[in-house]
């Protein structure tokens, strides 16, 4: 039985089902997955999203410079290993290692390709460029990964998009489970009444996010929709500027972290949800409770903002508060208009698993392992 290890800097809850997936299809490829994982730095502690998976490794980590550098040696991990899987980061300093050094190994890489946050390149983007060409194969997160990653110069035909996504299944059974009392109870406690109209943000708190620009948009929202409701759910930095606003404006809600059935509650109870700074993996929560996002062009998104159809299954406008306020008003006043974007949401949900993804890895894994080291070419 062959074996490939996969390295995780840190585990977060919406990964432990994708990694107990793609186990079960490493197995039917007669693979062995060995799983390691670290702690999370300070500031990603905040988030609040640790997971674990009992089965895994635990890795020794250490970071300095304020969490730009991490060491995370797994050396002891890799006896009789035939491939290990990383991360593509250029923070991960122990990695390079076995990039230019374990010449017995395949190396895959797993990211986006480089930093799609940043907007000014630095020789820090050159590195990165150098160093994505040191692999036997690439798992990219979506399509929008790939040119990104062939850019650098690495082979197309070597490269696997894995279609990035959670456990969305979970989501699903929870929502359909809900009673109606829990429902009524919801909106009751909330002071929900039929005509109501609920927006909700579900996501971390920090400045990516753009949590100003989301709470002066639904002031705006307000003061054209005297019946809007607004709840936000989430943890991090900018958690205090979100707790001023609801001790300012009782129609704004602050859950904290919102997991399982409070979580499916909420999105059963929403009509849309908006988010204008970085979408990533939250859009699956969208797709899933059939609540369409609206988001704007920031230049932030994670690769992830590829599965957004634009006036499909979601809503994308200008980075202008003005358009984005209008946008979001004529949905709201708008049922048929909204149907059809709850309609994409759902076809979408069929297409980014868990279970599709842990295939698409799986896949990737394989293919390599049948073919000879690359990355010394």
């Known amino acids: 039985m062959k074996k490939v290890l996969v390295i995780q800097k840190r585990m977060t809850h919406y990964r432990e089902a994708f990694f107990e997936s793609l186990k079960l299809q490493l197995e039917k490829k007669d693979i062995q997955l060995i799983l390691a994982y670290g702690e999370p730095s300070s ?3 905040t988030k609040g999203d640790q997971g674990n998976v009992e089965w895994a ?12 550098i991490c060491w995370q040696p797994f050396d002891h991990l890799i006896k009789n290993v035939d491939a290990i899987v990383f991360a593509h980061e250029n923070k991960l300093i122990f990695n390079l290692i076995p990039q230019w050094f374990y010449t017995n190994r395949k190396i895959i890489l797993w990211g ?6 940043k907007k000014n390149k630095d020789i820090r983007d050159y590195f990165k460029k150098i160093t994505a060409r040191k692999a036997d194969w690439w798992l990219g997160y979506t399509e929008m990964s790939r040119p990104l990653i062939s850019s650098s110069g690495f082979p197309n035909n070597r490269i696997t998009i894995l279609n990035n996504s959670i456990d969305t299944n979970k989501l699903k059974n929870n929502i359909d489970n809900l009673n109606k009392e829990e429902i009524e109870e919801f909106k009751e406690k909330y002071n929900i009444y039929s005509n109501s109209k609920v927006g909700v943000y579900i996501g971390s708190l920090y400045d990516d996010k753009r949590i100003e620009f989301l ?37 704004i809600n602050y859950l904290g972290l919102v997991k399982n059935k409070d979580k499916a509650l909420l999105l059963s109870i929403s009509k849309i949800m908006i988010n204008p700074g970085l979408v990533g993996l939250g859009i699956l929560d969208s797709f899933v409770s059939k ?14 903002i590829s599965y957004l159809e634009n006036n499909i299954n979601g809503v994308m406008t200008n980075n202008d508060i003005n358009i984005y306020i209008e946008k979001i008003d004529y949905y709201l006043n708008n049922e048929e208009s909204i149907f059809k974007l709850m309609k994409g949401c759902e076809n979408s949900s069929k297409l980014y698993t868990v279970e599709n993804m842990a295939k698409n890895f799986a896949e990737g894994i394989d293919s390599v392992l ?8």
């Open 215 to 251: 709470l002066e948009s639904i002031l705006m929202i307000k003061e054209k929709n005297p019946n809007f409701v607004f709840f936000i759910a989430g943890k991090g930095e900018k958690e205090s500027i979100v707790k001023d606003y609801t001790n300012k404006y009782p129609w």
């Open 112 to 117: 986006h390709g480089e930093n799609l946050q």
């Open 291 to 304: 609540t369409p996002m609206f988001t704007t062009d920031c230049g932030l998104h994670s690769p992830e």
């Open 43 to 45: 500031e990603e502690k």
């Open 370 to 377: 049948k073919l000879p080291i690359y990355r010394f070419k």
């Open 57 to 68: 490794f635990k890795l020794n980590t250490k970071y300095f410079l304020n969490g730009k």
